[in-house]
């Protein structure tokens, strides 16, 4: 990951550093470099996975990644096994889960049993190999078997609404897709506005004062944006940009998740992000 850690870097192709840095260590069959706080245990498929997915919801912390991957291929320690230092940490968190309850009613996932759900993960996997054993795919897993069929399964929407809607979303959003957006506003037609930020990550607001302004307008005053608005990405953290310096470039330091080592648990498991 040197090259990706490197800012500046504007490699021939924009797929060059993902494949040479990245699809080697998550292929079926690759070398397992040991974890260098704990020589017995090899470092996992699924460890890479969680430990991505982990630091790209929010925010892009794409040098960070690039820093720990390269900590590991150089076996330099954290100081003490990622898992167990959070474990000592933070005392482990419970929370309510309603996640099942409501999206085994929001969402007819199309699998009426295991088979039928491994077919559909085997094709996403085929399309997508770069992310091999996904947590997030387990999904729609937590469906199978539920007493009742969805009562407010996702179909098309005939618009009743009076005042505009408006809908906000990242270009880059690693959980509800920018084509979704997309799809829904078609859907609403001149009934909604679809603001749009050039940037990566979950929840808009908060990340750059072009789309602050234009929601807390809405929020306030029912006033939406013009047709097509779109705001300019915040630099990634630890990136500096000249351009970005006269507006809000997202939450202060102290407020921004922090990275997720390697081996760490996460507070919840990824696929519900």
């Known amino acids: 990951m040197r090259s990706c850690s490197r800012p500046g870097y504007a490699p021939s192709s924009p797929t060059a550093p993902w494949t040479t840095a990245w699809t080697p260590r998550v292929s079926r069959s690759p070398r397992?470099?040991?974890d260098p706080d704990d020589h017995n245990y090899k470092i996992t498929q699924r460890d890479l996975v969680n430990f991505l997915l982990g630091n790209v919801n929010y925010q892009p912390y794409w040098l960070d990644i690039a820093a720990e991957l390269e900590r590991v291929d150089a076996g330099r320690p954290w100081g003490a096994p990622a898992a167990r230092q959070l474990?000592?940490?933070q005392p482990p968190t419970v929370v309510p889960f309603a996640y099942q309850a409501v999206l085994c009613e929001d969402w007819n996932l199309g699998a009426q049993n295991i088979g039928q759900w491994r077919s559909i993960v085997d094709a996403a996997q085929l399309a997508s190999p770069d992310?091999?054993?996904l947590?997030?795919?387990a999904i729609g897993a937590i469906c199978l078997g539920w007493p009742s069929p969805a009562d407010n399964p996702q179909r098309p929407i005939t618009p009743t609404n009076q005042s505009k809607l408006l809908f906000v979303n990242s270009l880059h959003d690693p959980a509800t897709g920018y084509?979704?957006?997309l799809g829904a506003a078609a859907q609403f037609g001149e009934h909604a506005e679809l603001l749009t930020y050039e940037g990566w990550g979950r929840i808009v607001y908060g990340r750059v004062a072009c789309a602050d302004e234009a929601i807390e307008a809405y929020l306030v005053d029912l006033v939406a944006p013009a047709d097509g608005t779109r705001c300019a990405a915040a630099p990634p953290p630890g990136t500096e940009s000249?351009?970005?310096?006269?507006?809000?470039?997202?939450?202060a330091a102290d407020e921004a998740p922090p990275l997720v080592p390697l081996r760490s648990e996460s507070k919840l498991p990824t696929w519900l992000f």
Do not use: I, Q, V
């Open 242 to 251: 000249d351009e970005a310096r006269g507006r809000s470039a997202g939450p």
């Open 32 to 34: 397992r470099p040991p």
């Open 179 to 181: 084509n979704w957006a």
């Open 87 to 89: 474990a000592d940490e």
């Open 131 to 133: 992310l091999s054993d």
């Open 135 to 137: 947590p997030r795919a």
